[in-house]
């Protein structure tokens, strides 16, 4: 899910990136959209000099915590959405 409208350039390349780590079977899908995030934050800064959360913090993982196969814990979807206060 989106929270802001992201230019397409960077949505692209968030999403692929979160799907190439969601299928690698490596980390949950939590952990896929940090990395994504990460590694769209390092090329917003390479890119533009800078890491506005425009380019990489509009998405989030919902999760419905009363069906939890999507996180095999809270705390790993709480750390992504910290993200942007720390980076």
């Keep these: 899910m989106s929270m802001w409208s992201v230019p397409d350039k960077e949505t692209k390349e968030l ?4 799907y190439r780590n969601a299928l690698s079977g490596k980390i949950n899908r939590c952990q896929a959209l940090r990395q ?9 800064k390479d890119r533009y000099g800078h890491t506005n ?3 990489w ?9 009363e069906n939890s196969m999507y996180c095999e814990s809270l705390d790993s979807c ?3 959405a910290t ?3 720390n980076g």
């Design 36 to 44: 994504a995030a990460l590694k769209q934050m390092q090329i917003s």
């Design 83 to 85: 993200i942007s206060l």
């Design 15 to 18: 999403m692929v990136e979160f």
């Design 57 to 65: 913090g509009a998405f989030v993982f919902w999760v419905n915590l």
């Design 53 to 55: 959360p425009l380019y």
């Design 78 to 80: 709480q750390v992504f």
